[in-house]
């Protein structure tokens, strides 16, 4: 059975940082593209940031500069470093997993993320 667990989430302060983690059971991380999302009330699912399984990372336009994805391939975990975080960041923030080659998609349960002061 197929599993991602988020954690890392929580209350900061605008400026602050947090660093989210996912940890993948049941799949073999290095066969999959990554990504984070999240999801404000009221609001669509978006993009935050996807790393390939090559490697290769992409970013929405709100988070460059601010939020590094990255993969311990060892660890079968994805990670998200979230820095000079602001109000408009705040929101459930989900992880997915598609698998290369048969498109599989797996979606973690999310974590909450609010930055307040």
């Known amino acids: 059975q197929v599993q991602l667990v988020e954690s890392g989430g929580g209350l900061v302060q605008p400026g602050g940082s947090l660093r989210l983690s996912c940890a993948a059971s049941?799949?073999?991380?290095?066969?999959?593209?990554m990504g984070w999302y999240r999801q404000a009330p009221g609001e669509e699912r978006q993009l935050v940031a996807t790393?390939?399984?090559?490697?290769?990372?992409t970013y929405a336009d709100s988070v460059k500069g601010r939020f590094t994805i990255s993969r311990d391939n060892a660890k079968n975990t994805v990670y998200l470093q979230m820095n000079s975080l602001k109000p408009e960041d705040t929101a459930v923030y989900y992880c997915?997993?598609?698998?290369?080659?048969?498109?599989?998609?797996?979606w973690g349960q999310g974590t909450q993320v609010t930055v307040s002061s």
């Open positions: 790393i390939s399984a090559g490697g290769i990372t």
């Open positions: 049941g799949i073999i991380l290095s066969g999959n593209d």
């Open positions: 997915k997993a598609r698998r290369l080659y048969s498109g599989v998609q797996n």
